[in-house]
């Protein structure tokens, strides 16, 4: 089954870990949001970005979820794979096998999402019994 909803960054801190001419450098970022919609809930992530210039950067890393996903509570670490190029953010994730709680122990959860404005983003996840 498929869910929908949006995502607000409530708090962004990144660090440059190394660093080269033209904005060519790698960072970690520990991210804070808040998730509306069929998932609701807040999460935590733990990113760590390689930036190709001061406009595009490929990232990696997990989210913690805690909440809700179509009235089902529980918690989650999700896996991103993901970019960010002409000023959106884009990414693909899935659930971390095992790391699932509550009524969402067991699910096979995977989905996507795209920034939009003022640290919002939409997102799609699909939810399925493993």
Do not use: C
């Not at 660090?15 to 509306?36: C, F, M, N, R």
């Not at 993901?82 to 096979?108: I, M, P, R, Y």
């Amino acid at each position: 089954m498929e869910y929908k909803g949006s995502f607000a960054i409530t708090k962004w801190d990144e660090d440059t870990l190394t660093e080269k001419p033209e904005g060519v450098k790698t960072s970690h970022a520990t991210i804070a949001q808040t998730y509306s919609g069929d998932m609701s809930g807040e999460s935590s992530l733990e990113l760590l970005m390689s930036y190709q210039s001061q406009l595009a950067a490929k990232f990696t890393g997990f989210e913690t979820f805690i909440g809700a996903v179509n009235g089902m509570r529980g918690a989650v670490t999700f896996l991103h794979h993901g970019k960010f190029e002409n000023g959106v953010a884009s990414s693909d994730f899935s659930v971390v096998e095992g790391s699932a709680t509550g009524e969402l122990a067991g699910k096979v959860i995977s989905g996507s999402f795209v920034s939009g404005e003022s640290g919002k983003a939409n997102y799609v996840i699909e939810v399925l019994d493993g």
